[in-house]
């Protein structure tokens, strides 16, 4: 059963940073891209990020592009979301997915149509 734990949220001041971990079991880790969503009360879950297992390509929404760094430690089975320069946009319950590695959806972040999404973290930057 694929399985996928996203944690390391919390609350930070505006212009701080945390670090998001997710871990992942239940499947062959380089047979999936691992992406990071998030989402609003009321608004559409966002793709943020999504890290290649295949090719070690990394992809960024441009909301993130330049704070956001996204990487894997493959012993560890754990893919990692580096956020720096929080802003107040960013407060959102995060997410990761186990993502097809092959196509199109990892570089677009479409991670429409996955059910595998883990339980979620909160993150929460005051401003």
């Known amino acids: 059963e694929v399985q996928l734990q996203a944690s390391g949220g919390g609350l930070v001041r505006r212009g701080g940073t945390l670090r998001l971990s997710c871990a992942a079991s239940?499947?062959?880790?380089?047979?999936?891209?691992i992406g990071w969503s998030r989402q609003v009360p009321g608004k559409e879950r966002e793709g943020v990020a999504c890290f290649s297992t295949y090719d070690d390509a990394t992809y960024y929404s441009d909301s993130v592009k330049g704070r956001f760094t996204i990487s894997s430690d493959k012993a560890k089975n754990t893919v990692y979301l580096q956020m720096n320069s929080l802003k107040a946009e960013d407060t959102a319950v995060y997410y990761c997915?186990?993502?097809?590695?092959?196509?199109?959806?990892?570089?677009?972040?479409?991670?429409?149509?996955?059910?595998?999404w883990g339980k979620g973290t909160q993150v929460t930057v005051s401003s």
């Open positions: 239940g499947f062959t880790f380089d047979d999936y891209a």
């Open positions: 997915a186990a993502v097809p590695k092959y196509g199109s959806r990892c570089p677009t972040l479409d991670f429409s149509g996955l059910t595998n």
